[in-house]
């Protein structure tokens, strides 16, 4: 069974820093690559970061590159996320996300939150 399980969200005033941590199991971790997607109220969700399974070759949307680092522990089974220049408009509900299976599986999203 596959399962995603985020954390590390919280409240963070403008110009801070948080780490996102996304444990994944039920499937072999280290052949799939992983995403970072986020949904801000009223809005769709959008992708802000991937990283590929071998080489671990990355991918930012342009709103956070240069902020956003996207990294994995393949021992630890687990994708992270490094916040830094944290803009109000980072304010969302941020999902860990692969392809199993032939579809998209979810976490349950942590909460990240920007402001003064």
């Known amino acids: 069974q596959v399962q995603l399980v985020e954390s590390g969200g919280g409240l963070v005033q403008p110009g801070g820093s948080l780490r996102l941590s996304c444990a994944a199991s039920?499937?072999?971790?280290?052949?799939?690559?992983m995403n970072w997607y986020r949904q801000a109220p009223g809005k769709e969700r959008e992708l802000v970061a991937g990283?590929?399974?071998?080489?671990?070759?990355?991918n930012y949307a342009d709103s956070v590159k240069g902020r956003f680092t996207i990294s994995r522990d393949n021992a630890k089974n687990t994708v992270y996320l490094q916040m830094n220049s944290l803009k109000p408009e980072d304010t969302a509900v941020y999902y860990c996300?692969?392809?199993?299976?032939?579809?998209?599986?979810w976490g349950q999203g942590t909460q990240v939150t920007v402001s003064s």
């Open positions: 039920g499937f072999i971790f280290r052949i799939y690559a």
């Open positions: 996300n692969t392809r199993f299976g032939g579809r998209d599986r």
């Open positions: 990283i590929t399974s071998v080489g671990g070759n990355t």
